[in-house]
Structures are given as structure tokens and as C-alpha cells.
């Protein structure tokens, strides 16, 4: 399948809140989403530690993930534009994202709201490995998915998206 998207990495400001538009509604999952994309990601990426990928169609911002590949190698985020979305854009932004890590199996964790949209995906296509399910890590009573982890270390008390 040949990649249909060209790629960009955020670096200045208005990249940076561009892909932030992007992934704003990642908020309904995640509590203090946007202290944490200022605060974690922003820092990250100057320091050359994250990587905000901005995905292109025609000159269209189609979707944003965030890798890092620093001291672990994570998927920390993926989403594409609504207009954009069950489209099949989301398989280039992750094949992408794959390939800038440097790893087919990062770490990656996805909410019990949003598996129905990724597990297909990440166990059919990438072969990823479902290692653990935490409860209330982001929300109560809510699951979290986390799939390539370490398989030793079953009893966690939280994950960094």
C-alpha cells in the first residue's frame, strides 16, 4: 500500500498548537490532557526526546501522532482529523509512526472508549501484544489497555501516556 500522506515534524509554536487542535478531544480520556501536552510534550519535543508528527493530504492536516524513542520507545498518541477519520489515514500515520520509532512493538496504551477503533488494528495488522488492563489509572473506574509491555512487570501503578 503505498503511503498517500506527507510528513512533518511540529517544532515551533504554531505547528505545535496546530497538532494540538488535533488532539484536543483526547482530553475526555485523559484528565489534565493539556497540562500534560504543554507541559510533558512540548518540553520533550525541544529537547529532541518526543517527536509530534503532523500528517499531510493535499496540504491538509489529516491527523498528529506523538512518538517518543528516547529512553523507551512509545506510541504516546494518535489522532486523526474528523473529516478525515474511517478513511484509512490512520494506517499511514501509524505505519509512519512505526517507522520514525524505530520499533514495530512500542509501547502504547488505548481507553476502554477508544479500543473498539484500535485493538482490530493493533493485534490483526501490527501484532501488537495486549499486556496489561489497568483500572482507573485515568479515569475511575474506567480501563486502560496497554499493549507491547513489559511482560515481567504485571503489577503497575501507572503508565505515562
Not at 96 to 121: A, Q, T
Request: net charge positive; with cysteine; hydrophobic share 35%.
Amino acid at each position: 500500500m503505498k503511503n498517500i500522506l506527507t510528513y512533518k515534524y511540529a517544532k515551533t509554536i504554531p505547528e505545535l498548537f496546530q497538532a494540538y487542535r488535533v488532539l484536543l478531544d483526547l482530553g475526555t480520556d485523559y484528565p489534565n490532557f493539556e497540562k500534560w501536552y504543554w507541559d510533558k510534550v512540548v518540553t520533550s519535543v525541544l529537547l529532541n526526546d518526543d517527536k509530534v508528527i503532523l500528517a499531510f493530504y493535499k496540504n491538509e492536516l489529516v491527523g498528529v501522532s506523538i512518538v517518543k524513542s528516547s529512553d523507551e520507545d512509545k506510541l504516546r498518541a494518535i489522532r486523526i482529523s474528523e473529516r478525515f477519520r474511517n478513511k484509512g489515514y490512520g494506517l499511514y500515520l501509524i505505519d509512519h509512526s512505526l517507522e520514525v520509532i524505530g520499533n514495530d512493538k512500542p509501547l502504547c496504551s488505548v481507553s476502554e472508549d477508544n479500543l473498539k477503533y484500535f485493538s482490530r488494528i493493533f493485534i490483526n495488522r501490527y501484532d501488537f501484544d495486549l499486556t496489561h488492563v489497568h483500572k482507573g489509572i485515568y479515569m475511575p473506574r474506567k480501563l486502560e489497555y496497554q499493549f507491547n509491555g513489559k511482560k515481567e512487570n504485571i503489577v503497575k501503578k501507572s503508565i505515562y501516556y
